[in-house]
T-cell receptor, first 109, second 112 residues
Framework: GENVEQHPSTLSVQEGDSAVIKCTYS??????FPWYKQELGKRPQLIID?????GEKKDQRIAVTLNKTAKHFSLHITETQPEDSAVYFC????????FGAGTRLTVKP | DSGVTQTPKHLITATGQRVTLRCSPR?????VYWYQQSLDQGLQFLIQ???????AKGNILERFSAQQFPDLHSELNLSSLELGDSALYFC???????????FGSGTQLSVL
């Protein structure tokens, strides 16, 4: 099955700085790449997604880029705020949805 | 609220026992996924059903089984439980495209 690797495992930034989380996938047939945010004690929630026919997508302070040739995609959060602190998961879909190991983002006020 | 309902929210049991976790997908969603999340760990894919049929299988132990019923709700059965099975079990559902997953609030299983 699909294997998704995610880096870094932890990330600490100062409020207002940018944060970047990177993922790679193994199956070139993967065609859909969502990002989920999981706050402490809560369920994962979809924050942004991108399909394989698109290179970049932006939604306010968050953006995702996809490089199909290199089989990697990234999440960019600009102007980080303390409420952005959470665990972020990338995922890739072929037939089922496989998740990366997660990145614990801490935004210091 | 995602529209995905999982019961029970918490389950405490002993080693060697058997439990059943239940999931009701969002109205209209045909796909149900099960994931296991151990403490400070990622989301390990267990199994996926689509309209009653098994669609994909991940790292699901032989002691675990699942099914999706005609009304589309799904059950995950965990048997011969071990201490290491203690985890948060999430169910998620998606529509026909199988893209946006909506997660339930999870069942916290504690095996003592």
């Amino acid at each position: 099955g699909e294997n998704v690797e995610q880096h870094p495992s932890t990330l600490s930034v100062q409020e207002g700085d940018s944060a970047v989380i990177k993922c790679t996938y193994s199956d070139s047939a993967s065609n859909y790449f969502p990002w989920y945010k999981q706050e402490l004690g809560k369920r994962p929630q979809l924050i942004i997604d991108i399909r394989s026919n698109v290179g970049e997508k932006k939604d306010q302070r968050i953006a995702v880029t996809l490089n199909k040739t290199a089989k990697h995609f990234s999440l960019h959060i600009t102007e980080t705020q303390p409420e952005d602190s959470a665990v972020y998961f990338c995922a890739a879909r072929v037939n089922d949805m496989r998740f990366g190991a997660g990145t614990r983002l801490t935004v210091k006020p | 609220d995602s529209g995905v309902t999982q019961t029970p929210k918490h389950l405490i049991t002993a080693t060697g026992q058997r439990v059943t976790l239940r999931c009701s997908p969002r109205s209209g969603d045909l796909s149900v996924y099960w994931y296991q999340q151990s403490l400070d760990q990622g989301l390990q894919f267990l199994i996926q059903y689509y309209n009653g049929e098994e669609r994909a299988k991940g790292n699901i132990l032989e002691r675990f089984s699942a099914q999706q019923f005609p009304d589309l709700h799904s059950e995950l059965n965990l048997s011969s439980l071990e201490l290491g099975d203690s985890a948060l079990y999430f169910c998620a559902s998606s529509g026909r495209q199988g893209e946006k997953l909506f997660f339930g609030s999870g069942t916290q299983l504690s095996v003592l």
